[in-house]
């Protein structure tokens, strides 16, 4: 079975830095799929970004982007210009790719909280 | 489109009492699913659907029970409530497999006295 792990309870930064969340992986299949979802306090899930595993290119999106170290089982979030709103709990995820029955699961951290600093 | 849709967003119950959470999506996705989410413990997979007539269970699936009867509906039911059972439930959607993102209900807060 897979699992996620986030090290991280809890970071905080100044508004306008930059700040890297952690997240390492366990898994022995070759094709999957890892998302960080944004929580708010509203709660809803929100997706940030997504990489798909047999891409070498670190998946961006706009002040988000992602450092994938495939060999490590690294995922980790970095958020650039880090802006009030970007306060909430992140969650890193993963979803294999086989074409099995019950394979879209999401397998899910435990969750950064990050607070911004003013 | 609404997206994915939850009720109620609260609901208290007393120990032993029976009730059932809805969830609906508008979007004609074959995969539905319901998660529980505990402090410390992120989302854990309860029960997931991947068409109508289709169920199985999670990592957590004890005390709960859930059907799939259309595309859009996957009920959540909890039998006889537990103190055990206070958290928030998500149930979110998705097309089957590949890079196709979740898309997340809003989430109902459960208490059980």
């Known amino acids: 079975a897979q699992t996620v792990t986030q090290s991280q309870p809890e970071m905080s930064v100044q508004e306008a830095e930059t700040v890297t969340l952690s997240c390492t992986y366990d898994?022995?299949?070759?094709?999957?799929?890892l998302f960080w979802y944004k929580q708010p306090p509203s709660r809803q899930m929100i997706l940030v970004i997504r990489?798909?595993?047999?891409?070498?290119q670190n998946a961006t999106e706009n002040r988000f982007s992602v450092n994938f170290q495939k060999a490590a089982k690294s995922f980790s979030l970095k958020i650039s210009d880090s802006q009030l709103g970007d306060a909430a709990m992140y969650f890193c995820?993963?979803?294999?790719?086989?074409?099995?029955?019950?394979?879209?699961?999401?397998?899910f951290g435990t969750g950064t909280r990050l607070t911004i600093i003013p | 489109n609404a997206g994915v849709t939850q009720t109620p967003k609260f609901q208290v119950l007393k120990t032993g009492q029976s009730m059932t959470l809805q969830c609906a999506q508008d979007?004609?996705?074959?995969?539905m699913s319901w998660y529980r989410q505990d402090p410390g413990m992120g989302l854990r997979l309860i029960h997931y659907?991947?068409?109508?007539?289709?169920?199985d269970q999670g990592e957590v699936p004890n005390g709960y029970n859930v059907s799939r009867s259309t595309t859009e509906d996957f009920p959540l039911r909890l039998l006889s409530a537990a103190p055990s059972q206070t958290s928030v439930y998500f149930c979110?959607?998705?097309?089957?497999?590949?890079?196709?993102?979740?898309?997340f209900g809003p989430g109902t807060r459960l208490t059980v006295l």
């Open positions: 979110a959607s998705s097309p089957l497999r590949g890079y196709n993102e979740q898309f």
């Open positions: 898994t022995s299949e070759s094709d999957y799929y």
């Open positions: 990489q798909e595993a047999y891409k070498q």
């Open positions: 995820a993963y979803r294999s790719d086989r074409s099995n029955f019950g394979n879209e699961k999401l397998t």
């Open positions: 979007m004609n996705h074959e995969y």
């Open positions: 659907s991947v068409g109508a007539g289709i169920t």
